[in-house]
Nanobody, 124 residues
Framework: QVQLVESGGGLVQAGGSLRLSCAAS????????MGWFRQAPGKEREFVSA????????DYADSVKGRFTISRDKAKNTLYLQMNSLRPEDTAVYYC?????????????????WGQGTQVTVSS
């Protein structure tokens, strides 16, 4: 089993930046594909970004391409999401997720492990 703990959320003005972190424990981190999802009030949880086990393949939702960057540090068992040029519509609870089978990309059902989430609020 895998435990995931997010951190780094907070309040930021539009145009600003935040860096989210997700610390993983419980099993080998390097063999997991991982991703970030978010959920705004009154909306369904949506895909943000994903990275495969090697860190070579990455995917992004169209809404965040060019602004967000996903990465992982295998030595620290940590996943990151660098968020730049933030917009009010980015406001949501952001969740870290992991899967132990094939790379899942945007497929929500491909992730078996989830963190508690961290709140990101972007003011205009």
């Amino acid at each position: 089993q895998v435990q995931l703990v997010e951190s780094g959320g907070g309040l930021v003005q539009a145009g600003g930046s935040l860096r989210l972190s997700c610390a993983a424990s419980g099993r080998t981190f390097s063999r997991l594909h991982m991703g970030w999802f978010r959920q705004a009030p009154g909306k369904e949880r949506e895909f943000v970004s994903a990275i495969n086990w090697s860190g070579v393949v990455t995917d992004y939702a169209d809404s965040v391409k060019g602004r967000f960057t996903i990465s992982r540090d295998k030595a620290k068992n940590t996943l990151y999401l660098q968020m730049n040029s933030l917009r009010p519509e980015d406001t949501a609870v952001y969740y870290c997720a992991a899967g132990s089978t094939f790379y899942s990309g945007a497929r929500l059902e491909g992730y078996a492990y989830w963190g508690q989430g961290t709140q990101v609020t972007v003011s205009s």
